[in-house]
DNA sequence: AATGAATGAGCCTTCATTCAT
DNA sequence: AATGAATGAAGGCTCATTCAT
């Protein structure tokens, strides 16, 4: 779809390069970081094991560029999709459900993020920014407040109700995960706004 | 000769057991199970490398053995704690204060739970009895569905409820891993009961 | 660029391994397959530890290959030159001749047949055919068995006979590489050979 | 049996001494020394693993005595039997067909001799005469130049004989051990007496 | 730009040996 | 004399990284 020499060299240059990054997602998340060799990686890429150092510098570096690039690029499409629903109750639960839904299309990509960016403390030091966990965190504490200011919904904690749906959401995906994709994650899903909306106390007692 | 013969043995055999399955939590917390190293395991407990296979059969076995018997134990104790209290409201706030408090006095068991074993999906299989957060969710589901029974908390879905409150408390010490002890764990805690037990929907309007 | 690419990788491959196949042969025959170690292998082959195992699964691995690939060749190309000798009792002479020189011109190979395969119980049940000298015994009794039906020597029993030559052979051998060799084993060949026809019992008595 | 304290004490100290040795020889040609431990070696003769320094300095040393000590005294203890048959074509017989006892009486110590002691090099260098084979062959020297002398039999080279008659029953025990007792050893042996007093050689043709 | 053979540091594990009891 | 827990050096093997082609 490109149209010049330019920029045909540049997505060749862009795809070997993003080629390895998705097959190191895949590896990473299927055997662990650790686990994971470079010539795992080469293999699934269908590339040489020197070639991997040709496009980054280590295998840590490798790893940190899974988390940097491509987890955060899928992050930041989802609350892009979001960010056009007004109303933000809506718009919580529409982040919510793109988020399963990436998970069931991309699932390596999922247990990347909920398995392997959690362990990695040495990155989240260096790059807080990138932890998908804070920028999802960060996200619902930005559209609670909105939420709360307009009187859509009550004046809450914005932070404790960041915490509980993002808490909410990576461990379904977990549970989800473990099922083997068994587990029927849409229902839940609204299980859980129906708890969230309405509070678990009878109204009269509470 | 202390007391006597038996108890002797006994003790010295479990003490030095014990103090290899508190060192590997602690190491295998910090450095991640496979990045750490038999060597550090034994250099913390103050032992020679070959001690600690007298009392494990390998590297696996004693990451197996910290996971089904110090956690386990862990675990059982704050569920055993809570299972006085009536009010099942009040009992699953207090399991998620005890579980907090364990963490705050023993982090490097909370770090162990919330990153090690949800990367062991072999152990995760072979024992599922054994994993914290499924033993978790199985108690906050058993609690609910009494509270349900009982009619004090609204007819939810018992299920939706545990993946709330469970998820909510891994990241909630996740985070305050991160902050390294700065977040006031408690605040938080008490503003996500609040928000559980009236909802975030104004009443006028749902 | 020789002569054509394929024969020049094969070539290539086949060098290197042939090259650690008989620095194995030879440092397992000095030292003994169980006490020498790959560290020993690769410094004799002028490699280093890690390219053993490019070519050969496992310290057993290689062993098993020592015994399979180079030693049943030479043993192979023995059975063969003798093989155009028509009289009976001079083609098993040429035979033991042909081992003696081989024993000379590669004392290791010798010292690796006498020594570890004897050792090599494992080895021997699951590779029956490769054992040296069981390929000994089996190539004499069938020529023995040859010399008798055409009247070339007495009706013995030619399993017996096997046994004879073939333990004299691998004793003589032994001693040899005991002397250092300083023994005059084509000597002792000729006088064991002197025995062989004539008996010991002098003619008038027997 | 012992009829004062000396004797006894001394044949306690020397009762778990010599279990020591028989374990170790058990031990040794079952696993291969350099594959059998020293707990092997305890576990088998009940007793702890401390214990087996008190009587032997090392494993090594372990070693050497079981060669030293127990075999020679076994070897001398045939030898012994064989020197009053007067005739020496019988005696050597005799010597054979007792040595074919030792083995089928006590197969680990068969074992031993014929694949340890044989790569034991170190130890044949620093104790020459401890060597059965070594000792074998000299005991068939002496006895073939006896027989020599005395015109039993015809005026062959006694060393050849001796290779001939020790390398003979060295293969012959290999072989009847690999086949695990399902040899008839005694039928061979005979063969092979046979086959020596007579030659290969038709008479006629010689 | 791409390859993959070669490297060797580092890890898990074993086991001969010691020593406090 | 006897024990066996403790030690730590040494070996097999892996794998991130390099480099000649």
Redesign the interface.
């Known amino acids: 779809m490109n149209n010049n020499g330019k920029l045909n060299r540049r997505a060749g240059r862009t795809n070997k390069r993003d080629l390895l990054l998705d097959a190191a997602i895949e590896v990473f998340a299927t055997k662990?970081s650790?686990?994971a060799t470079i010539a795992d990686v080469a293999k699934k890429a269908r590339v040489a094991m020197g070639t991997v150092y040709l496009y980054f510098e280590s295998k840590d570096d490798l790893l940190q560029r899974c988390m940097s690039e491509v987890i955060s690029a899928e992050i930041d499409s989802i609350i892009k999709k979001t960010e056009s629903i007004t109303d933000p109750?809506d718009r919580l639960y529409a982040f919510f459900i793109h988020h399963v839904a990436l998970v069931k299309e991309k699932p390596y990509i999922a247990r990347f993020i909920?398995?392997?960016v959690?362990?990695s403390e040495s990155f989240?030091r260096r790059n807080p920014g990138y932890n998908p966990?804070q920028r999802y965190?960060d996200h619902v504490v930005d559209t609670a407040k909105t939420a709360i200011e307009t009187?859509r919904?009550?004046p809450?904690?914005p932070?404790?109700?960041a915490?509980?749906l993002?808490?909410?959401?990576?461990?379904?995906i977990?549970?989800w995960l473990?099922s083997e994709g068994q587990m029927d994650i849409e229902a839940?899903s609204y299980?859980?706004r129906?708890?969230?909306?309405?509070?678990?106390?009878?109204?009269a007692i509470?």
Chains 1, 2, 3, 4 share one sequence.
């Open positions: 662990g650790t686990s109750m909920t398995v392997e959690r362990q989240s966990q965190l009187g919904i009550n809450i904690d932070h404790a109700l915490i509980l993002v808490g909410t959401m990576d461990i379904l977990w549970q473990a839940i299980q859980v129906q708890i969230l909306q309405t509070g678990v106390t009878p109204k509470s």
